[in-house]
T-cell receptor, first 109, second 115 residues
Framework: QKEVEQDPGPLSVPEGAIVSLNCTYSNSAFQYFMWYRQYSRKGPELLMYTYSSGNKEDGRFTAQVDKSSKYISLFIRDSQPSDSATYLCAMIKGDKIIFGKGTRLHILP | GAVVSQHPSWVICKSGTSVKIECRSLDFQATTMFWYRQFPKQSLMLMATSNEGSKATYEQGVEKDKFLINHASLTLSTLTVTSAHPEDSSFYIC???????????FGPGTRLTVL
């Protein structure tokens, strides 16, 4: 079993819809959880950073961590075509940062 | 499949020394490899893109003489931080993509600490 699992998609949703992106992980030693957005040929941009269970909100983005289920989510409200990108989850334990494979998201105008 | 490894995972060195970091694709051929830096709680910063057998393309502001990249084979790229200084302390992360280029696979990162 991989340490971090993420559905690669692609995920297509209409503009204005709520998007839900998810990752599961197997190791309870993960301490920090991040979501990145990556546009084509660009480096991943950090969107959200959290270390505790619960929700963290920033504008249209909400990150949710459920440590008991080893499950993290990123919600995007009022999705826009500019949100079309690859979204990567990542987790840190000790010296390692483990990335999910990324989910390709397409917002349809 | 699609595993990328980095070695070492953590290195501590004295100021002025050079450090080599290896990035390997274990079960696929990586025509393109990317090198990133990450400072705490910041975005990954793309440093350079390297294609097997050709010179790396560096992002603006990245000193090519300080960060030497060699992509000698389809499974191995190396980043050498020359004359390292404390401000070079960071997470260095590589990723690799195949010829199709539709997915990037990230390595686990190398934490460099320069004393």
């Amino acid at each position: 079993q991989k340490e971090v699992e993420q559905d690669p998609g692609p995920l297509s949703v209409p503009e204005g819809a709520i998007v839900s992106l998810n990752c599961t992980y197997s190791n309870s030693a993960f301490q920090y959880f991040m979501w990145y957005r990556q546009y084509s040929r660009k480096g991943p941009e950090l969107l959200m950073y959290t270390y505790s269970s619960g929700n963290k909100e920033d504008g249209r983005f909400t990150a949710q961590v459920d440590k008991s289920s080893k499950y993290i989510s990123l919600f995007i409200r009022d999705s826009q075509p500019s949100d079309s990108a690859t979204y990567l989850c990542a987790m840190i334990k000790g010296d390692k940062i483990i990335f999910g494979k990324g989910t390709r998201l397409h917002i349809l105008p | 499949g699609a595993v990328v490894s980095q070695h070492p995972s953590w290195v501590i060195c004295k100021s002025g020394t050079s450090v080599k970091i290896e990035c390997r694709s274990l079960d696929f051929q990586a025509t393109t490899m990317f090198w990133y830096r990450q400072f705490p709680k910041q975005s990954l910063m793309l440093m350079a893109t390297s294609n097997e057998g050709s010179k790396a393309t560096y992002e603006q502001g990245v000193e090519k003489d300080k960060f030497l990249i060699n992509h000698a084979s389809l499974t191995l790229s190396t980043l050498t931080v020359t004359s390292a200084h404390p401000e070079d302390s960071s997470f260095y992360i590589c990723s690799a993509s195949t010829l199709a280029g539709d997915e990037q696979f990230f390595g686990p990162g190398t934490r460099l600490t320069v004393l």
